[in-house]
């Protein structure tokens, strides 16, 4: 059977009406416990003889429609839920590592994840390095034996450089070490890792997924035995599930993500076009700039450049400060992939924790600013940063 668009799974795969009372939308089973029978029968869900739902952290139907939509839409066999996007990712990276282990990381990670790592060295002493991935030579050198996972992200937040998937991956499956991938910025729609060879791919879905900035979440997607292990281990026993109504607006969410993506692409290229060419503007991290370094490898992995424009204005911290306060339409808000348009200042927010010496060999500059474009008209979407820049350059 020819395999249905991602157009239209985003829409009904996971679920199936007619084994729902034939309610059109997915039914929240706002439930923590589930009834049994019999004894009988609660001893055979038990020992998984009888795969009913027994108790909600161990599994929930409306969650379940979500990880099954997930995985389709990631190509992978199973997904698993979870609380927030922090929760994904460490419940993923305690499951892969032991003590004296190495993790292998892009140059750049989200703040809460570079925590996380500090977190796993000082308790457990497990290591890690953060590696530009730009060449296969140096990511094999970069392999320690102790190695148990390699974690990117790309685009790397917030200065957009990538990592080729599909190399990282060819090196790592050599040397059967699991590369786990955070796909946050893109979403399934523009990027999908597990078809790269990639092992494992993580979202923040409070971000595009959800897409309308009223839940925070996460998903793990990867192979069927990798997964029953995950749920087993970190994610039964540390807890961090995702609640039923949680799941229950991702799963509205998701099914409108094509179109909007499409728009945030569409406004981003426009926008991106116009800061380029502003005098006030000094460099553009963008992947859909012709001008981008890493432009052919954006090709090669990405559908589409994304949603996520960021740049240096003329000036330091303070005068990007004020170009943020001189924002009406924008919002000064972190998180991304919302229908708002949102503005932040990455040395001061999302990567304060981060040392100085650290966020400048990140090219985290006090004038780099980070704009997630949102669905507005991307024409008021300009003239609210035409206004900005107006406002400063006349101070
Ligand atoms: C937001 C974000 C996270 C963390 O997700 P939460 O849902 O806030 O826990 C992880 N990675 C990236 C790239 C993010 O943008």
Redesign the pocket.
Known sequence: MKKRKFETEVIHSGYNAWEHQEALAPPLYQTSTFVFQSSEQGEARFSGEDPGYIYSRLGNPTVAFLEERIATLENGERALAFS??????SATLIHLTRTGDHILCSSG??G??FGLLHMLEEKYHITHDFHAMQDETSVREAIQPHTSCIYI?TPI?PTMKLVDLEMVARIANEKQIPVVV?N??CSPYLQRPLEFGCDYV??????YIGGHGDV???LVVGKQKAMSELSRSTQKDIGGVLAPFNAWLLLRGLKTLPLRLDRHCENARKIASHLKQHPFVDTLFYPGDKDFPQYSLAKKQMQQPGGMIAFTIKGGKQEAQKFMNALKLIKIA????DAETLIEHPATM?HALIPRNEQRKMGITDNLLRLSVGLESWEDIWRDLEKAFSIIQNQ
């Open positions: 927030s996007g922090m929760a994904a990712i990670v989200y809460c994840t992200e937040n955070d946050t910025f993580i979202h923040s879905a409070t971000k925070v979440a996460g972190v998180s991304l992939g999302t």
